[in-house]
């Protein structure tokens, strides 16, 4: 497993145009993706690209465990690695409330 805990804007946003490879292979999970996101699957396409657009997949993947894990174990990565990408791209950094 790649085990990346400070990664770049780079490698963020291939990690969510991997993710977002993932969820369109994902046949249950790709419905709830277009869904979340108000795109029809040609607008997916055309804003594939976009870093905006690449928060929001993380944003989405991030809402769940069970799809980090899924990823994460598709792809090879640790299951930190999501988060430390989205935390890598604008808005990303984290909050700390205390």
């Known amino acids: 497993m790649r085990n990346t805990l400070a990664v770049g804007r780079d490698f963020a ?3 969510a145009l991997r993710a977002l490879s993932w969820i369109a292979g994902e046949e ?3 419905p709830v993706f277009l869904g979340a996101s108000g ?3 040609a ?3 055309n804003r594939a690209a976009e ?3 690449l ?3 993380l944003d989405f993947l991030l809402m769940d465990d069970a799809w980090v894990i899924g990823f994460c174990d598709a792809a090879g990565y640790d299951y ?3 988060m430390a990408a989205r935390q890598a791209l ?4 984290e909050t700390h409330w205390t």
């Open 90 to 93: 604008p808005g990303g950094a």
């Open 13 to 15: 946003e291939t990690l």
């Open 51 to 53: 870093p905006d657009f």
């Open 80 to 82: 930190t690695v999501p």
């Open 28 to 30: 249950d999970l790709l």
């Open 39 to 41: 795109l029809s699957a």
């Open 55 to 57: 928060v929001s997949v």
């Open 43 to 45: 607008e997916l396409r």
